[in-house]
């Protein structure tokens, strides 16, 4: 049974920092991508960012690129996701996930390709 647990999350004013973390148990956790996804209220959960098995690979959404760092410890089964800069706009519940088997780079970016999720952090960023 995979579980994914995130932490990290709570109320910090605009331009400030939060590091969100996600603890994974249940199986393998170095063969999979992981990726990192969030939902405002009476909005669609988007894509934030991903990471490669290895932590070779990231990927993230526009919005994000050059504030949010996403890695990963293989050792401590826990993928990482450093948000800077924070804006009001970045308000929403953040939520790990992880696929049930290896997906193409193509895919990652959907929430569909991820069958496993965690319980969600809230982030909310005042203005």
């Known amino acids: 049974q995979v579980q994914l647990v995130e932490s990290g999350g709570g109320l910090v004013q605009a331009g400030g920092s939060l590091r969100l973390s996600c603890a994974a148990s249940?199986?393998?956790?170095?063969?999979?991508?992981m990726g990192w996804f969030r939902q405002a209220p009476g909005k669609e959960r988007e894509f934030v960012a991903a990471?490669?098995?290895?932590?070779?690979?990231?990927y993230y959404t526009d919005s994000v690129k050059g504030r949010f760092t996403i890695s990963r410890d293989n050792a401590k089964n826990t993928v990482y996701l450093q948000m800077n800069g924070l804006k009001p706009e970045d308000t929403a519940v953040y939520y790990c996930?992880?696929?049930?088997?290896?997906?193409?780079?193509?895919?990652?970016?959907?929430?569909?390709?991820?069958?496993?999720w965690g319980q969600g952090t809230q982030v909310t960023v005042s203005s």
């Open positions: 996930a992880e696929p049930a088997a290896p997906i193409d780079y193509e895919v990652l970016n959907l929430w569909v390709s991820y069958n496993y």
């Open positions: 249940g199986r393998t956790f170095s063969s999979y991508v």
């Open positions: 990471i490669s098995w290895s932590g070779g690979s990231t």
